[in-house]
């Protein structure tokens, strides 16, 4: 059986005080229950990451750490990127890679993905691979290929046992921040197709590798996808930056 997840994705918001005081409410939310039907992650901006740890291992909370990009080399004359080793250190779960806003905006490729993805596995650490198609690649009717190419590319040379581990999040480009919304049928249908993928090059670990939704996912819909078998999980965006809103999304059962 796969474990649901839910991760929230701060990206360039919160400084480490508010990042202190968003866990904390967070938390108050949530019942120890909660936390053994699903993995809840927040993944802060950088310089909150010790700051929240902190919070997590002194209060012994069930929320898990996550961070929003990583370099692949171990260390060197990069300035400004953050290696896989410096994560782990501060105990972070699972590493975001290859989200679309990189993607688009920082102009990373498939390979560049699967490098990341190798080196936060080779630190100890779970990744998040993002892939989905653009509102032009959907209108045209190329997000299978689109997908399919990604999910390929961005997990090449990956053990099937390690596949089995990870998470990738199918997140439409067309639905991140835009108020427009997958339908829950075309959220499970793309999300079936990315398992059906893994399962040509990794064979039966596409049943535990975990497939999660992201897509402006607020309270009201959340329940909708998470009914769909092939949707283990969400990655949550602006909706994860109000305690009681993520809240409502991570116990989306109730």
């Known amino acids: 059986m796969r474990k649901d997840l839910i991760a929230g994705n701060w990206k360039m918001n919160t400084n480490h005080l508010e990042a202190i005081q968003m866990v904390q409410k967070l938390s108050y939310r949530l019942d120890p229950s909660d936390y ?42 990069f300035t400004g990127e953050i290696a896989p080793a410096m994560l782990a250190k501060l105990r972070v779960s699972y590493v975001i890679v290859g989200h679309s806003e990189r993607r688009q905006l920082f102009g990373e490729t498939d390979q560049i993905v699967n490098k990341k993805a190798k080196a936060v596995v080779a630190a100890g650490m779970t990744p998040i691979v993002c892939v989905g198609e653009t509102e032009d ?24 046992e390690t596949v089995a581990s990870l998470v990738v999040a199918y997140e439409p480009i067309w ?31 596409a049943d535990d ?9 607020n309270p009201g819909n959340i329940a909708g996808f998470m009914a769909k078998r092939d949707v283990d999980g969400a990655l949550v965006g602006g909706a994860s930056l109000d305690p009681d809103t993520f809240a409502s999304i991570v116990r989306y059962w109730v």
């Not at 959907?138 to 099937?160: F, K, M, N, T, Y």
Request: hydrophobic content about 40%.
């Open 36 to 77: 053994d039907r699903v993995d809840v992650v927040v993944c802060p901006p950088f310089t909150s990451l010790r700051s929240v740890q902190t919070v997590i291992e002194t209060d012994h909370l069930g929320i898990k750490l996550g961070a929003q990009n990583v370099d692949w080399h171990e260390k060197g004359a």
């Open 137 to 160: 690649q959907r209108d045209a009717g190329e997000e299978e290929q689109v997908v399919r190419s990604q999910v390929r590319a961005s997990l090449a040379a990956i053990d099937p």
């Open 175 to 205: 639905a991140i921040g835009t108020g427009r919304t997958a339908s829950a049928d075309d959220a499970g249908a793309m999300c079936a197709f990315v398992r059906d993928e893994v399962r040509t090059f990794a064979g039966g670990a």
């Open 209 to 217: 590798v975990r497939v999660l939704y992201g897509g402006s996912v």
